[in-house]
Every structure is written in structure tokens, then in C-alpha cells.
């Protein structure tokens, strides 16, 4: 006879899961101010581009955005990875481009992370063709372990771990963007932590 599950139950097919706060909204929030007066400090006076990487960087980039007094301009580019496991591969793919030209531009690339450095590699190599007035990189989350490209961010809010994480733009298989913390994804039945190069 086949068990009825009980109302509330969690499925069986859903390995159970749970985020252990990594860094707290506020800490982030304060970084991001911090950073984002760095950053106008550097280029003081000039219009500033933010180019962010979809969907992961949105969040990063918006709260970026209204931190950095005056004139700031912004847009979106997506790529994909061939599947997790081909990523150190390098098999970067541009999915949507840029709305605008960034020739002549100070442009900002804002990520959620750099872990191998491949996407940024594949796309600091597109942008400079493109004849920028100067081309920096702000990430939020910097995993220095996990390097097989050699790319370094000018601006990050936080070195971390080699763990896998997710809130604050970042997902595992589309969920836990909207967590306004960073937080450790821990899966199973005894809640191990996701190995980070799954
Ligand atoms: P990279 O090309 O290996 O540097 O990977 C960058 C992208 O991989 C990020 O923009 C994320 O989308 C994804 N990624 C890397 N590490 C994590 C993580 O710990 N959690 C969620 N996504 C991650
Ligand atoms: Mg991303």
C-alpha cells in the first residue's frame, strides 16, 4: 500500500535545502556605499557607464547605481556557459548584447561574482575592441580559490569561501535571487554544503 504524504509535507523529489546567512543585507548595503563613493571618487566629475551581466548583477548594479552621485548611465548584456561543467572550458556564449555603444564611455562591468574569471575574461575581451575611454570591473563577490582565468576585479565588496551561494542576484537553478542577504546553500537530508563546483 502506497504511504500518503501529510499535508505540509516536503516532496521527496526536492532534496531539502537551506541558506546559512553568509553576509548579512545590511553589511552588503554598507559595502555597496562605500564602494560606490570609491568609485566616483576615482573618476571624479565624469558620466559613468555600468554594464551588467543578466540576471545575476541586477542587483548589484541598481543599488550601485543610486549610491554613486552624478551622472550615471546604465545597461544589460547576457551571456550563458555551456552547462555548469563545461564553464572551465571558456564556452562563453553572448545571448543579448549591449542597447548602446560604449565607445568613449568610462564603463563599469558589475557582476555578482567572479569565480573562475571566464565570463569576465570572454567579456573584458568584447569591450575593449569596442574602444571604451576606460573599462573597469566591480564585482560583489569575489571567490580568489576558484581562478582558472586571469582576471582581477578593480572593485569588491567581499572576498568569500569557495562555497556555493546564492541571494542577492545569485541562484541556484533560478531561486534565491530575491534574498536580500548572501548565504551559503546547504542541501540534503543531512544539509551538507553545496560543493561549489558542481
Ligand atoms: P565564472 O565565469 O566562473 O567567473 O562564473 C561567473 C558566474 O557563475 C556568475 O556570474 C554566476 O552566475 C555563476 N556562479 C559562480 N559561483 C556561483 C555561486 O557560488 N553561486 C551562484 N552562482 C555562481
Ligand atoms: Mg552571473
Request: charged share 30%; hydrophobic share 40%; proline share 5%.
Amino acid at each position: 500500500m502506497q504511504k500518503r504524504k501529510k499535508a505540509g509535507q516536503q516532496s521527496d523529489r526536492r532534496p531539502r535545502e537551506r541558506v546559512r546567512v553568509l553576509i548579512t543585507g545590511g553589511r552588503i548595503q554598507r559595502r555597496i556605499q562605500a564602494l560606490a563613493m570609491e568609485i566616483r571618487k576615482d573618476f571624479p566629475g565624469e558620466p559613468l557607464h555600468l554594464v551588467s551581466v543578466l540576471k545575476g548583477g541586477v542587483f548589484f548594479l541598481t543599488d550601485l547605481a543610486r549610491n554613486i552621485p552624478g551622472e550615471v548611465s546604465f545597461d544589460f548584456i547576457a551571456v550563458s556557459s555551456y552547462g555548469q561543467k563545461t564553464r572551465s572550458s571558456g564556452q562563453v556564449r553572448l545571448t543579448r548584447d549591449l542597447d548602446s555603444s560604449i565607445e568613449g564611455k568610462t564603463v563599469i562591468v558589475v557582476e555578482d561574482i567572479l569565480d573562475t574569471g571566464m565570463t569576465l575574461q570572454y567579456l573584458l575581451r568584447l569591450f575593449e575592441q569596442r574602444k571604451p575611454k576606460h573599462l573597469r570591473v566591480a564585482v560583489l563577490l569575489d571567490k580568489p580559490e576558484r581562478r582558472i582565468a586571469a582576471v582581477r576585479a578593480d572593485y569588491v565588496g567581499f572576498s568569500i569561501p569557495n562555497e556555493f551561494v546564492v541571494g542577492y542576484g545569485l541562484d541556484y537553478a533560478e531561486r534565491y535571487r530575491n534574498l536580500p542577504y548572501v548565504g551559503v546553500l546547504l542541501l540534503g537530508r543531512g544539509l551538507k554544503e553545496k560543493p561549489a563546483e558542481d
